[in-house]
């Protein structure tokens, strides 16, 4: 007894890390993944940086007034391997220490992105000391044998460079970040092969003559049910072959190339990410830039974390958490789809910056129980504290005790209108059959006759059988029953109001003008809000025609009757 007291009291004093908080971790709530910190869900109401303003604090200095007028509750930025390692095994931390430190003092959580060894493809953050030694850090080679600024990923040297810094980067934050300012780590960024599907060096050619390595072949036949549609098809083209080389188990094109090079890109960066988590065990993702526009491999970043590729980096890097989309084009629904699927928990990392992005951010929200959204380059604007997104996120704060409990459960939705050709969309929640249309659609306002409208969107919560919450901007609603020839929605009543601290405020009684004479609940375009809409069933009428008798004839009686 008495060396169990000694025990707990040195422990207490000389070993904080047995009483320190729980590290962020993800957790499932339903048929989504949330991320936890301090024991409770938390939603990434965010905005990433332009690639250079972390690399000056002084340039920074001038950045966090803007973050903090936008109430960001967190920032992604990005962490330059050629800055915190500028010599062989000499690190400086100071820039690491400059962002968590200002983060801290303006209550912001930090993403942090891993400028390692690919940036956008290229090795453009890499050292000088490994920029200038090619013959101990070979580059990929294209077809015509050019080599590209691209380190090579079957080179063990490359990797073991990064996975020193990275490590060394890790155990900074673990033994400096006393307030867990930093929640989350993204390894690399937009990994993938230009010019060509693959490297063609020689290590490389040698390597995909060779046999499909049995750690891949293992997952995708034990996981022959659940794999990506586009994967399980390219596959079954071939046979769903079970052994041979690349060629011969999944065809010769330069699709089968992509596979190959992906599986090498993911193999390399799960060296990296296995062990930065040994060190300090934070949430690790990857970040894709799409294949749009129809391109094919080698016009796009090839290879890298893709929708389409999902199992072999699932396969090969299990150390990686999820695979998110970095969405800069059209089909922005589309591309969340992709990435929302197989049990991957939904972020988005980067989006388009611009007045889009407030509708988007609703969308998310409803429709994917995303962990977070954080549009790129977030302080170039001129008016922080006036941007579109901010009146979206000031709502979704207020949201956030009720998403937390609601995320996952099949309750809510989320509507996007993007363009002009579509301009109305159905969704079912409950009995319940919601018509969504852009604000625009009613005529009601002179801007409608324009060629563009501006984007809108919204939020949809079923609070309970009959009751729902809309969140949103720009949108307009119809309702109806999902048994329309039994029963009709009508409008009990739609309060416009706020969320304080988890419990619903109403203020105006929306009826008459504000909701067309119980038509329909509104948002304008330009205005955002929170409206609680309840509906009841009331009987649909029926005519039913009878022939009956008249005084010289037959007539036709029409009978209304309500079943």
């Not at 990064?162 to 400096?176: P, Q, S, Y």
């Not at 016009?299 to 974390?305: M, R, T, W």
């Amino acid at each position: 007894m008495k060396y169990s007291l000694y025990f707990i009291i040195f422990s207490f004093f000389f070993l904080p890390d047995v009483f320190s908080q729980t590290l962020p971790y993800l957790k499932k709530q339903g048929n989504c993944t949330q991320l936890i910190i301090n024991e409770k869900p938390f939603f990434i109401l965010g905005g990433e940086l332009a690639n250079s303003s972390a690399s000056d604090a002084e340039y920074m200095n001038g950045i966090w007034p803007k973050l903090e007028a936008m109430k960001l509750n967190t920032v992604l930025a990005p962490v330059y391997w050629e800055l915190i390692e500028p010599k062989e095994n000499q690190f400086d931390f100071s820039l690491v220490d400059h962002m968590i430190e200002n983060a801290g003092k303006h209550k912001i959580k930090l993403v942090l992105l891993w400028f390692g060894s690919w940036k956008n493809s290229m090795s453009c953050y890499v050292p000088e000391w490994v920029k200038k030694d090619q013959k101990r850090f070979p580059r990929v080679k294209t077809s015509s044998g050019k080599t590209l600024e691209i380190l090579s990923p079957f080179i063990k040297e490359n990797w073991e460079a990064d996975k020193k810094a990275f490590v060394a980067l890790m155990k900074h934050i673990r033994e400096t970040d006393k307030n867990q300012t930093v929640i989350m780590i993204q390894v690399e960024n937009e990994i993938g092969m230009i010019e060509n599907a693959r490297d063609m060096s020689d290590i490389a050619n040698k390597l995909y003559a060779s046999e499909v390595p049995s750690e891949l072949i293992q997952y995708i036949l034990k996981n022959k049910k659940m794999l990506i549609p586009e994967f399980d098809q390219y596959w079954s083209k071939n046979g769903y072959k079970g052994k041979g080389t690349w060629e011969e188990v999944f065809g010769k094109d330069i699709y089968t190339e992509e596979i190959f090079q992906a599986w090498h890109f993911a193999r390399y960066t799960e060296e990296i990410t296995n062990a930065g988590k040994s060190v300090y065990n934070l949430p690790m993702y990857l970040n894709a830039a799409l294949n749009s526009r129809g391109r094919k491999p080698g016009e796009y970043p090839s290879a890298g974390p893709l929708a389409h590729l999902m199992d072999i980096w699932r396969a090969a890097a299990p150390s990686i958490d999820f695979l998110s989309p970095d969405i800069y084009d059209k089909g922005f629904e589309n591309w969340c789809t992709l990435y929302d699927r197989n049990n991957n928990p939904f972020f988005i990392p980067e989006a388009r910056r611009g007045p889009q992005t407030a509708a988007q951010a609703f969308y998310v929200f409803g429709a994917h129980n995303t962990i977070g959204f954080s549009p790129f380059s977030i302080e170039s604007t001129s008016d922080p504290a006036n941007e579109p997104l901010v009146k979206t996120y000031n709502i979704l704060y207020q949201l956030t005790p009720l998403l937390s409990e609601k995320q996952g459960k099949n309750v809510t939705a989320g509507v996007l209108f993007d363009e002009k050709e579509h301009p109305k969309k159905k969704i079912q929640l409950g009995e319940y059959v919601f018509e969504f249309a852009h604000d625009y659609t009613l005529g009601w306002s002179p801007e409608a006759k324009n060629e563009t409208w501006p984007e809108s969107g919204a939020l949809i919560i079923q609070m309970a059988p009959d009751e729902f919450l809309v969140a949103g901007t720009g949108i307009v609603a119809t309702f109806q029953t999902n048994t329309p020839e039994k029963n009709t929605a009508g409008i009990l009543s739609i309060d416009e109001g706020s969320y304080e601290k988890g419990q619903w405020t109403p203020q105006r009684r929306l009826n008459g003008d504000e909701n067309h004479q119980g038509r329909h609940l509104r948002i304008p375009v330009n205005q955002w809000g929170i409206q609680y809409l309840r509906l009841y069933k009331f009987f649909t009428p029926y005519s039913i025609n009878f022939l009956i008798p008249g005084s010289s004839t037959y007539r036709w009686q029409s009978y209304i009757l309500h079943l």
